[in-house]
């Protein structure tokens, strides 16, 4: 496996090897990461020779060597302003990647919301079938990374019949080095969400991060959903503005099963967001939403991949992104239907509006369809703000910067509604405006 690589692949060998004796698992889960990272140093990096990563350069990846971000103690006052105070929910807090019991609230959830450690030390558990179960060929390189180098994430697991009273909070919170060489970190987060029959949850996933080095931040979140089972998940992102996120999301589904993926992106320099969803059995529905709002230098990229793999199977996608400055957007959507999966009913949708000459996106839909009794759409459009639409608000009196922020609110809206959840719908919308040139007056008018 040593023969002929590179000394940035030589590095994360040399970086396993120091904490494998850190790293928690049984023996199983040993042989998972060490058959993970032999796929990783063997595959490299991903290039922008792939297709799939034709648009997201890993080189801000590369220029340096990442070291597993250590154990950090934070205090409730350090976490408080990521904490959606109005919210009634359950709450797991991780910092660096490992949970800290101080700072989470799980009363009463015994077993539903656990740390992923302390099951991965189990030596006999059904996280040997469910583990990295998901993502059936589907993740690359960087997952595998991840999956050598987790030190813990949250394991959520509802019985059947099960449903919870309240959404489950999940932040996930990157700390500064205390030493310059400390700045090259990485935190390695891994996620399994297991639905029972007929039951039912409401997951937020929250990414921040506190100072301003540079870290590296990879997470994957598996989901599995049995028979009728229903799931809520909203991720948003608000890491700094020099961290670097890849974010994998393996989803399967169920016999008339229901998921809803709520995604924003808000922060971050450079972002990777892989979403994957198996129909597997007739009657599963999913629908994807997301938001990406950059700005400045900021590059991010959403790739999605939806399989109908069984018949009478719904699928709605629906992604906007607003990019400023000299920022970069990216989407692929691919929706696949198999030769099994009559009755198919899928409408995938992305949109993109420029608030500058040098933002840019690249927006590639995909259908593959195999089945001939099916309804299927799918598109893409990108343009700028409609000047008639700003004249019009300026004669009702608004100012030109009030009327481009009101109209540009107005087209991610829709997204920001869907959310639900209130004091988290709230959280977006204060983020988006903080992106907005000028939004003092649009606050107001809100």
């Not at 740390?115 to 558990?125: I, Q, V």
């Not at 959520?156 to 500064?176: C, G, M, S, W, Y």
């Not at 589904?253 to 007739?282: C, I």
């Not at 300026?394 to 087209?411: C, E, I, K, M, P």
Request: with cysteine; charged share 25%.
């Amino acid at each position: 496996m040593a023969a002929q690589i590179s000394p940035l692949l030589d590095h994360y060998l040399a970086e396993f090897a120091r904490v494998q004796p850190q790293l928690p698992g049984a023996d199983w889960v040993t042989e998972q990461r060490q058959a993970a990272l032999k796929r990783f140093v063997e595959a490299g990096f991903p290039s922008n020779r792939m297709e799939t990563w034709k648009y997201s350069d890993t080189r801000p990846l590369q220029k340096q060597p990442f070291e597993l971000a250590p154990e950090s103690t934070l205090s409730q006052a350090d976490v408080e302003a990521f904490l959606l105070p109005e919210l009634d929910c359950y709450r797991l807090v991780f910092v660096n990647g490992r949970l800290d019991p101080a700072l989470s609230e799980v009363v009463d959830l015994g077993e539903t919301a656990v740390s992923l450690a302390s099951a991965l030390n189990e030596p006999l558990t059904s996280l040997q079938k469910g583990l990295n179960s998901t993502l059936n060929g589907h993740g690359h390189a960087l997952s595998d990374l991840n999956l050598a180098f987790a030190v813990d994430g949250a394991h959520i697991r509802l019985a059947d019949n099960q449903v919870l009273d309240k959404p489950i909070h999940l932040l996930f919170v990157a700390t500064p080095g205390e030493k310059a060489e400390d700045e090259a970190h990485m935190v390695q987060v891994r996620n399994l969400i297991e639905l029972g029959k007929n039951s039912e949850a409401t997951v937020i996933e929250h990414y921040v991060g506190l100072g301003e080095d540079a870290y590296f931040n990879d997470f994957v979140t598996e989901i599995r959903l049995a028979d009728n089972a229903r799931l809520k998940r909203c991720r948003l992102q608000e890491e700094t503005g020099k961290a670097m996120q890849v974010g994998a999301t393996h989803a399967v589904l169920g016999r008339d099963s229901h998921f809803h993926s709520h995604a924003v992106d808000l922060g971050g320099r450079w972002v990777r967001n892989d979403t994957v969803v198996g129909l597997q059995a007739e009657g599963a529905e999913v629908h994807l939403d997301g938001l990406y709002v950059p700005t400045g230098r900021q590059h991010v990229d959403n790739q999605t991949r939806i399989d109908h793999a069984s018949p009478h199977c719904i699928s709605r996608e629906d992604y906007k992104g607003i990019l400023d400055g000299g920022s970069r957007g990216v989407f692929n959507g691919k929706i696949i239907v198999h030769k099994d999966a009559q009755k198919t009913d899928s409408e995938q949708h992305s949109a993109a509006l420029l608030l500058s000459g040098k933002a840019e996106v690249d927006a590639k839909p995909e259908l593959e369809i195999y089945a001939d009794d099916v309804k299927c759409a799918h598109g893409a459009t990108v343009g700028q703000l409609d000047e008639q639409a700003i004249f019009y608000l300026q004669s009702r009196g608004l100012d030109a910067a009030a009327a481009r922020n009101l109209l540009t609110y107005s087209f991610a809206d829709e997204l920001i509604q869907r959310v639900g959840i209130e004091p988290l719908r709230k959280r977006i919308e204060r983020g988006l405006l903080a992106r907005l040139p000028n939004a003092e007056q649009l606050q107001e008018l809100l």
